[in-house]
């Protein structure tokens, strides 16, 4: 898909998804410590799981310090209801002690610091930097996003290391974090894994799934 084409699809997106109030994302966190552990945390679970544990986590945990005095087995009980939370609690208590041992308790603003700590990989490090730090490097990668770039054709791969180079290269730099946004509210409500439904859909025209699995054009 050519820039052009590109920018049509997400001019249509962002009118039928608008941004209200400034928000982009789907985690209650209100600092860059809650945004790295809520992160952390929805890896491979619903962001309605990880918000409904997050008043009890923080009422216990609310700082670094407090988290990286804990250990997993305590923290565990908290964050039960969620997807791999033996991991999770691992790796939420030693990015805690991390940045207490090695960022003076601040959540690091690099793509590369973040990701020497436990857990965060580049999709969670370009969360952390868009929705902390008002920080752009790159386009976060989920599974909403990888496959509805897949469909949509500005991708021909899955891999989330080159669709986000695919989607920074057909983007300019100051929707990027609207990107994510979209691609998700898209990805959920819309185009989603099984039975996506084109007769609602706003950019069904340009999409290559759509042209080239129903025949359909706009």
Same mark, same amino acid.
């Given at each position: 898909?050519?820039?052009?084409?590109?920018?049509?699809?997400?001019?249509?997106?962002?009118?039928?998804?608008?941004?209200?109030? !400034?928000?982009?994302?789907?985690?209650?966190?209100?600092?860059?410590?809650?945004?790295?552990?809520?992160?952390?945390?929805?890896?491979?679970?619903?962001?309605? +799981?990880?918000?409904?544990?997050?008043?009890?986590?923080?009422?216990?945990?609310?700082?670094?310090?407090?988290?990286?005095?804990?250990?997993?087995?305590? *923290?565990?009980?908290?964050?039960?209801?969620?997807?791999?939370?033996?991991?999770?609690?691992?790796?939420?208590?030693?990015?805690?002690?991390?940045?207490?041992?090695?960022?003076? !308790?601040?959540?690091?603003?690099?793509?590369?610091?973040?990701?020497?700590?436990?857990?965060?990989?580049?999709?969670? +490090?370009?969360? *952390?930097?868009?929705?902390?730090?008002?920080?752009?490097?790159?386009?976060?990668?989920?599974?909403?996003?990888?496959?509805?770039?897949?469909?949509?054709?500005?991708?021909?791969?899955?891999?989330?290391?080159?669709?986000?180079?695919?989607?920074?290269?057909?983007?300019?730099?100051?929707?990027?974090?609207?990107?994510?946004?979209?691609?998700?509210?898209?990805?959920? +409500?819309? &185009?989603?894994?099984?039975?996506?439904?084109?007769?609602?859909?706003?950019?069904?025209?340009? &999409?290559?799934?759509?042209?080239?699995?129903?025949? !359909?054009?706009?």
């Amino acid at each position: 898909m050519n820039r052009t084409t590109a920018c049509e699809v997400y001019r249509r997106l962002l009118e039928h998804y608008p941004v209200v109030d !400034g928000r982009r994302h789907f985690l209650e966190f209100h600092n860059p410590f809650e945004t790295l552990i809520l992160t952390i945390l929805s890896a491979q679970t619903t962001d309605r +799981a990880v918000n409904a544990v997050r008043d009890d986590l923080f009422s216990r945990y609310p700082t670094p310090e407090a988290l990286a005095r804990a250990e997993p087995e305590e *923290v565990e009980p908290l964050i039960r209801t969620i997807g791999f939370h033996h991991a999770k609690a691992r790796y939420i208590v030693g990015a805690a002690r991390k940045l207490v041992a090695e960022f003076g !308790g601040e959540v690091p603003r690099t793509m590369e610091e973040l990701q020497t700590l436990p857990g965060v990989g580049r999709k969670t +490090a370009n969360i *952390v930097l868009s929705h902390a730090f008002d920080i752009n490097v790159g386009i976060a990668v989920d599974t909403h996003v990888r496959r509805v770039s897949k469909r949509l054709g500005f991708t021909d791969s899955t891999n989330p290391d080159i669709i986000e180079r695919d989607l920074v290269a057909l983007f300019p730099e100051e929707v990027w974090r609207d990107i994510n946004y979209l691609l998700i509210r898209h990805g959920r +409500a819309v &185009c989603t894994a099984k039975n996506p439904k084109h007769e609602v859909c706003v950019v069904a025209g340009l &999409c290559r799934y759509y042209r080239e699995f129903s025949g !359909g054009e706009e």
